[in-house]
Structures are given as C-alpha cells and as structure tokens.
C-alpha cells in the first residue's frame, strides 16, 4: 500500500529501556550488574521521539507509534513515549530471563516484522543505546528492509515525498537525500528533548498499548554473540596534584608531554 | 612450519574508507587489526578507486587489493556498499569483514551483515582468536569478551586500540572487482566539512580539551593558543558542544570521539563517564580545574586545583618561552 499524500505520513519510533546514563556500573560475578539500578529511556530515544513529535506538529506526519521490545517493566517508556505525544504504542514483550541477551539483530528482525503491520514511511530510532553502546539496530534495520538510512543525523526535513537527511560524519556534516520507506537515526543533535507535562503523564495512561507476545511473531532470539567474560577496565590510579603553575608545567616537562 | 593455529584459517575482507587518496588512519589501523585473522584484502571502491588501488597496494600488510570503479560509491553511501560487500564476500568466501570505527564503518558494516544474517561487532579494541573479540560497553565501564558463532564475522574495529599499518614497502595483487546495478535510494546532497589546517583529533598526539568551564566559545582561543605551539588538537565535551560553543566533531566521549593520545590535558571538564569512556587509554592525563572534588583528578596523572583561566595563560607563556630557546 502507498501512501500518496506527501503530508499524511506515518512515523514509527523505536524506545529503548536502559539504566540511566548517569549511573555507573558496576562488574560483578562476570556480569554488569544492573538490577536496581534506575532504569529510563534510552537519552538517543528521547531524541527520536521529540523528532518525531515535530513531525506531527509541523503536519507532516499524523500518526506517531512508538514501539517498544523489552521485558513487562519495558511499558514504562512507552507510557513516557506517548505522555510526549505518541498517539499509540507497540510493546514486544521478551521473557524478563531474555531480555539482556536480545542482540541487535533480533530487534532489527522484530522491527522487520512489525513493518509489514504498521507500515510507517519513517522510521526514526536512537543512534545507539547507553547500556550495549552497539549503535548498529538502525543500520541493520534498514538492511533487512532495503530501506535507505539516515544515520547520525542532526537535521531531518521532510519535502515531495524525500527526506533529506544532515548527518554528523568524522570531519563536519553530510547531507543526503533518501526515499521513503527510511531509517532515520538521531544524533545528539537532532533537537533537544522536552519533557512530559503532568497532565499529558496522566492522558498517557489511557492511550492503547498493543502488546504481543514475541513468540508470536516467529523471531528466532538465539544469541549470535556469547559473553565469555566480563570484566571491569583496568583502573588508572590518581597521580599528583599540584599547587602552583610552575611545578605542573615542570611535572608534565619531566612526563616528556611538554 | 606445521603452526596450523585456528588465527591462520581465516580470511579477512577490508573495506577502505579514502581521504584526499589515502587511507584514513582508521582503515590503517583496521587493516593491523585484519592481520590476526589472515591474509588481508582491501576493497576499495569508488569514481578514482584505479588510482586509489595502486596507493593501498603498497601498505605493507595488505596481501591483495580489490578494485571497484563507480561513482555510486564515492560518497561512502551504505546503500550502494552492502551490496558491493555482499558480492566480494560471495565471491571469495571472507570469514572478516572489518572497517575502522568511523562515521563510514559504522554506517556501512551493520548493513552489509543484516545481509548475511550475522550479527555485527562495533568498536572491537581486540581480536583473542577468529571467532573471539574485547569490545566496551555501558560507556566504557566494563569490557566484554565476546564469542561470535555467526559464519562471517562483520566488525569496526577501533583505531586506537591497533596500530596503524605501515604505508610503503608492499606489493599487493591488485584485481578488479565488478560494480554492483546503483540502487539509487538514496542520493548525496553534499559534504559541509569543517576545514581545518589543525592536526586531526583521532590522530594527534596530544589533545587538549575544555568542558564547560570554558563558559564561553571565545575562550577556546586560549586552548588554541597552547595547542599551536605543542602541534596538539582541540577537543571538546559534550556540553559544550551542546552548548554552541565549538562544533560537535570536536566531541569527545561515548557519544562523540575516541581518542588515545600520549598526552591529553583536560581544562575545565568534571570528568563524567561518558567523557572519559572516550579518552581514558589515554597515556598522560593531566587535569586543570577548580573543584578538586572533580571526578577526573581520580584518574589524572597531574592535577592542579586551580583556575583554567590563569593556568592557562600561564602553561602556554612557559611552553612558548621553552620552545624558543
């Protein structure tokens, strides 16, 4: 089905639940240990769903999905989502025993399936999650779709049915110019996020979440990848700290780095 | 020699990223990183990838160059690469696909692999045997071995964890690889680069970097002042790249830049994780900055507690003055 009305687009944006990026981790027992850790939505995501929010403002999208694929506790920021302005939402429910061993690969795969049913003209996700630092759903997802992707970008503008796309590259920006359907993954850049009014928190709480269970949708969840160990980095131990000018200038002489 | 170690099986592909008809530092390093695993070939695509060739054939490790000619490829596009790939590893049976962690290898390696159906490794800092790698994760806060059981291995592997590969003394077998049809989905607009006679921030020996504790743009003219003299590169957080005050590709951190310097000297900068997951291999590290309860001094080699905008000046009159003589 195609969509021919270049303003009535539907975007599909894609949340995930980590542990906070201000938190530091800790590594115990060959395994990061994150329970009871806060837990909030992926900051890239944050970037993604406000992107997709504008869209809508600017009447270029009228519908917003926000999808999800986690464990129960996961609902939580697609309630954010939508308390943000998502009209609706997706939850993938993963067994809570699964959830940190589900790769890349499998959610580009639930993504792919979730595609034939939504049909969003774009998709917009994180550049990467905090917790796995993978940076690679939004690559891979496209990939499975042969679906052009935007990725790292900065600025998104939607006109005649393309999506011209700023992105973040090594020495300064590039601009690209995809079709739709698209993946589009935000960079830091992108916008700056706003946050859930409490009325809108409370309005959230009876937008419909579509919940399905994963095994219904015929992904195969095996682990690519298998952790072998887990360790935390080697610590540096603190040097000198100095009081004058002088005697850090003769320091860092000495260190050879002057 | 009957050494038939597991390292020697296999058969490593890289995908060349080009600068002004060199190879990036990271393709350098990526092609060191490639060794491990096997004899190495590149692929080098693009309008002048002919001329290209003859210049990666003569880096030392490379066993065997192979050439695709087509301006479809020469803005780096993944959606013309993946296919590209797709072809050479169907044609010779790569067990490696590797690029440099760079805005192009991390666009382009995760497609080629949904291809294949295997799983994608980003930013490995190092290769155990051919189917084992260390990777980071949460911010660089613990560190992960990995075991990949896909057939084909597709990773990005980070230049400062590898050495880069010797320019000149090789004699690589250059051999044609034919284009794939343009796909034609998505099409380059243009490149906005920041042009810069400055050394590169991924390659420079020393980094000097300001946090929020610059207060302001302007005052990174005095952080130029002391790089100019120390040949060093100019660095950022990513508050104040939020902020406006220098463009985001000076960023450093999870999210922006990895760099591994011999010197990097932090001004004005608490040291949160997510900065310092993007330099903390590197060798020296000193720290200027008034709070002394700042995270960073638990990590700095040198330390002084005192205000950047009188250190400053200072360190760059003493540099000067040392330089002169």
């Not at chain 1, 530091?24 to 850790?37: E, F, I, L, Y």
């Not at chain 1, 952790?227 to 540096?236: F, I, M, S, W, Y």
Request: net charge neutral.
């Amino acid at each position: 089905m195609f969509r021919t009305i270049p303003n009535y687009l539907k975007v599909a944006v894609c949340v995930k639940r980590v542990v906070d990026y201000t938190v530091k981790v800790r590594v115990k027992d060959n395994k990061v240990q994150t329970a009871n850790s806060k837990m909030s939505v992926n900051p890239f995501d944050e970037i993604a769903i406000e992107e997709a929010i504008q869209l809508k403002e600017k009447k270029i999208a009228d519908e917003v999905v926000a999808v999800t694929i986690g464990g129960k506790k996961a609902e939580e920021v697609l309630r954010t989502a939508m308390a943000l302005g998502c009209d609706k939402a997706v939850h993938v429910v993963i067994p809570d025993a699964a959830v940190d061993s589900v790769e890349p690969l499998a959610v580009a795969r639930i993504l792919q399936k979730l595609h034939e049913e939504i049909m969003p003209d774009i998709w917009l996700l994180g550049k990467q999650a905090v917790d796995g630092d993978f940076g690679c759903t939004p690559q891979l997802l496209a990939g499975l779709l042969d679906a052009p992707q935007g990725t790292f970008a900065s600025k998104v503008e939607v006109k005649d049915k393309k999506v011209t796309v700023t992105r973040e590259v090594d020495a300064g920006r590039q601009v690209v110019e995809l079709s739709m359907p698209c993946v589009l993954a935000a960079d830091l850049r992108l916008n700056t996020p706003r946050f859930p009014k409490l009325p809108n928190i409370m309005k959230a709480r009876k937008k419909p979440i579509d919940t399905k269970d994963v095994k219904a949708l015929g992904v195969d969840l095996t682990p690519h990848l298998s952790t072998e160990t887990v360790t935390e980095p080697a610590t540096r131990k603190a040097g000198v700290k100095v009081k004058t000018v002088d005697e850090f200038y003769d320091k860092l002489h000495a260190a050879k780095v002057l | 020699m009957f050494r038939a170690t597991a390292l020697s099986l296999g058969k490593a592909l890289v995908i060349a990223e080009m600068v002004g008809g060199k190879a990036s530092p990271a393709t350098l390093s990526a092609i060191t990183g490639a060794t491990k695993v096997g004899p190495v070939t590149i692929l080098v695509a693009g309008a002048s990838a002919k001329d290209e060739a003859q210049v990666l054939a003569k880096i030392k490790p490379v066993a065997s160059v192979l050439v695709t000619v087509g301006e479809q490829y020469s803005h780096g596009l993944p959606e013309e690469y993946a296919p590209l790939i797709d072809a050479a590893v169907k044609a010779n049976g790569y067990t490696h696909v590797f690029a440099g962690t760079s805005a192009f290898g991390k666009n382009v390696i995760p497609r080629a692999a949904a291809r294949q159906s295997c799983m994608p490794i980003p930013e490995v800092t190092e290769i155990v045997d051919e189917n084992t790698f260390v990777r980071q994760t949460y911010a660089g806060n613990a560190i992960t071995t990995i075991k990949s059981s896909d057939k084909i291995k597709y990773c990005t592997l980070r230049g400062t964890s590898f050495e880069r590969a010797e320019v000149g003394g090789g004699s690589a077998a250059v051999a044609d690889l034919a284009a794939t049809p343009a796909v034609g989905k998505a099409k380059f607009v243009e490149d906005q680069l920041s042009t810069s006679d400055k050394p590169d921030l991924m390659t420079a020996a020393t980094v000097i970097s300001g946090g929020r504790g610059m207060k302001s743009g302007d005052n990174f003219k005095m952080l130029e002042e002391l790089a100019a003299p120390l040949n060093a590169a100019v660095g950022a957080t990513r508050a104040v790249v939020d902020a406006g005050y220098v463009p985001n590709e000076m960023q450093i951190g999870q999210t922006g830049k990895t760099v591994a310097p011999n010197f990097y000297l932090a001004c004005g900068i608490s040291g949160a994780i997510q900065h310092v997951a993007g330099m903390k291999d590197s060798k020296v590290i000193a720290v200027v900055n008034t709070d002394e309860e700042a995270p960073f001094f638990q990590i700095a080699d040198y330390g002084i507690v005192d205000d950047l905008f009188k250190v400053l000046p200072a360190l760059t009159e003493k540099v000067k003055a040392a330089n002169g003589k």
